[in-house]
Every structure is written in structure tokens, then in C-alpha cells.
């Protein structure tokens, strides 16, 4: 499995804002994805030589959220464990369902 075009554009956001990376610099491997009706929960692995971020301190990113499908609002959480990231979040606001598919959607700084 693979990370989506949501997924990967999240977390460029976050590489590139946060600690100002390239996502073309990182290598990840997605471990397992679940979806929870309200958004999704993505555990990932980054390659050995990815650089340690915030000090190899543990910390939650959540700075973006988005329109899906010109409507439905969403916001996303980046978990970093001890200095590297270990999942991506989605979830929805109030009691929207998360669509079945992403048509389209559009970023933006929270």
C-alpha cells in the first residue's frame, strides 16, 4: 500500500512549513490504514537516515486542514514519536461522515 494524494500533500505541507524539507527528500511506507466514518488513521514508517525532528522530542502537528469535495470540512494531525513521524490523521468536524471517495480537495493553513 501506498499513501494517497491527501496524504502526501499533508505531510509535504508539514515537511515543508514545519522543519522546511522536501518531500521528495523522505521515503514513506505505509503501514496500515484505518477508516474511522469520521476520517482515517495512518500509521506510517520513514527510512532509517530521515532526519530527527523538533530535538527527538514527541509532538502533534496540526496546521492544516481542507475542503473535500467542495464542502465538507476536515482537519489533519501529523503524530511524531520521539522525532519521527508515525501517522497522519483526517478527521471531520462536527458530525460530518467522511465521503467514501475524495474527489477533489483543497488545503489550507489553520
Not at 514527541?58 to 465538507?72: D, E, P
Request: aromatic letters at 16%; a negative charge.
Amino acid at each position: 500500500m501506498v499513501l494517497n494524494k491527501i496524504e502526501k500533500d499533508v505531510f509535504s505541507k508539514f515537511l515543508f512549513e514545519e522543519v522546511r524539507l522536501s518531500f521528495s527528500e523522505s521515503k514513506l511506507e505505509l503501514i496500515d490504514r484505518t477508516y474511522t466514518g469520521v476520517g482515517f488513521f495512518t500509521e506510517i514508517r520513514t527510512p532509517q537516515n530521515f532526519p530527527l525532528l523538533y530535538g527527538g522530542q514527541s509532538s502533534v502537528w496540526g496546521k492544516v486542514g481542507a475542503t473535500l469535495n467542495f464542502g465538507i470540512e476536515v482537519g489533519f494531525l501529523i503524530f511524531i514519536d520521539k522525532g519521527i513521524p508515525r501517522a497522519i490523521e483526517g478527521y471531520t468536524y462536527g458530525d460530518q461522515s467522511w465521503p467514501s471517495s475524495v474527489k477533489n480537495f483543497e488545503l489550507y493553513n489553520l
